[in-house]
């Protein structure tokens, strides 16, 4: 194996969510921003909600007039 090519790694990287829940987690980054994580995703929080960033939806249901 080769030497000084790995990157650093850091046990006790925090990540943290837009939601405001941050957990502590093995990275190669100290602190990790995301926007996603598992106690805001509709899949895990069993809500149904649509993450739109676009309008892809608003859009989609006026297409095929969907309501």
């Known amino acids: 194996m080769k030497t ?5 790694y850091y046990p006790d990287a925090v990540v943290t969510c837009s939601c405001g829940a941050t957990f502590t987690t093995g990275a190669t980054k ?3 921003k995301v926007e996603i994580c ?3 995703h ?5 809500e149904q909600r649509i993450v739109d ?3 892809r ?4 249901k006026r297409r095929f007039n969907l309501q």
């Open 53 to 55: 960033t676009e309008g």
């Open 42 to 46: 509709p899949f895990f929080t069993g």
């Open 38 to 40: 598992s106690s805001c």
């Open 57 to 60: 939806v608003e859009r989609l």
């Open 30 to 32: 100290p602190q990790i």
């Open 4 to 8: 000084e090519i790995h990157p650093d």
